[in-house]
């Protein structure tokens, strides 16, 4: 009997080295389904470059939203070509932010909080290049769709168009941090109101990213993520109509929006 045992045992082990020799952990980290909660802090600055109000700023919001994501990638062969990396992933934020502005009505400062929530969709596809055995560079085109419910009297969307760059590093066997950079463009923005549409000119977007993947089993993952993201719109010409039920001429002036998240969660791998 003890003999068997130490067989099972010595057979156990055996395995479990050759799994951990011939598996890649950052091919297993990138086989997924990931769940994410966490927080995302805005930050959104309109410029007065027509000199209206007398300050750097026409308007200001700035807040915490809480945030939900959930992502979907793979590594693996595609129409004949080996690691190739694809990822579609698809987040929500909502909460109410702090606004610091000026009434359209008498150019009074106004403070006051409202509503807020973003959407926004991304899909990558890359190829995968090992570097060594514990490193992986993945290349990729990104593409984002991003909606801003700004209040009730506009809403914000746009397209990006861009490239990045993912590294990936297994620190051991079940730890894998990674580095994901993208330079994209804005593309079809628009901003929807009441009475007028304008259209904002298109600016570039900056994305970087911090990643964490724990391996607690082959197939249950601890994933934590920060990201940073900045983009701006150009300001547009003069549009005849109403907004706020107020009939005038009016202007989408230039604006910067930076946000950072910090996201903890799960993945199901496959």
């Not at 026409?58 to 990638?73: C, F, M, Q």
């Not at 990396?85 to 909080?113: C, F, H, I, R, W």
Request: net charge neutral; with cysteine.
């Amino acid at each position: 009997m003890k003999s068997r045992i130490c067989l099972a045992v010595a057979l156990t082990a055996l395995s479990t080295g050759a799994f951990a020799q011939t598996s890649n952990p950052i091919v297993a980290a990138n086989n997924r389904t990931a769940f994410e909660l966490g927080v995302s802090n805005l930050t959104y600055h309109e410029f007065d470059s027509r000199h209206q109000v007398g300050s750097e700023f026409l308007d200001s919001e700035h807040g915490n939203l809480v945030a939900l994501e959930t992502d979907w990638s793979r590594q693996g062969s595609l129409f004949g070509l080996n690691d190739i990396y694809t990822s579609v992933g698809l987040q929500t934020t909502a909460g109410a932010l702090d606004y610091n502005g000026y009434k359209l009505t008498t150019g009074e400062p106004m403070q006051q909080k409202h509503a807020s929530s973003m959407l926004d969709l991304t899909m990558k596809l890359g190829k995968a290049l090992p570097v060594t055995r514990n490193l992986q560079v993945t290349p990729y085109l990104g593409y984002v769709f991003h909606t801003w419910f700004r209040s009730g009297d506009e809403t914000y969307l746009h397209h990006e168009l861009g490239a990045g760059v993912l590294t990936q590093y297994a620190v051991t066997p079940k730890l894998v941090v990674g580095v994901d950079a993208m330079l994209a463009r804005t593309l079809g923005t628009m901003v929807l109101t009441d009475g007028i549409t304008p259209r904002p000119a298109s600016r570039m977007t900056q994305t970087f990213a911090l990643t964490g993947d724990y391996a607690l089993s082959r197939t249950r993952h601890l994933v934590a993520t920060y990201q940073y993201r900045h983009f701006g719109y150009g300001a547009t010409g003069d549009y005849e109509g109403k907004f706020s039920g107020l009939q005038g001429t009016w202007f989408e002036p230039s604006s910067r929006t930076s946000e950072n998240a910090f996201m903890v969660g799960m993945t199901m791998n496959f």
